[in-house]
């Protein structure tokens, strides 16, 4: 993986729980709308994992 990717995954990560913090939503309250795992959002927000464009649109419109 390149720097470029890492970096992307970690500003994606970073804004996603920005927003969700600036939206009074928890971790948890997030995965059960998207019908993800806690476990899952939590390596996205700590920039171990960038998810596939269907994800990022299903965290969209929760």
């Given at each position: 993986m390149s720097i470029n990717n890492e970096k992307v995954k970690l500003i994606f990560g970073l804004k996603l729980k920005q927003l969700r913090q600036d939206k009074g939503?928890?971790?948890?309250e997030l995965a059960d709308r998207g019908r993800f795992s806690v476990s899952y959002l939590n390596e996205i927000e700590k920039g171990k994992k960038y998810p596939k464009a269907d994800k990022i649109f299903a965290l969209a419109r929760r």
């Open positions: 939503i928890q971790l948890n």
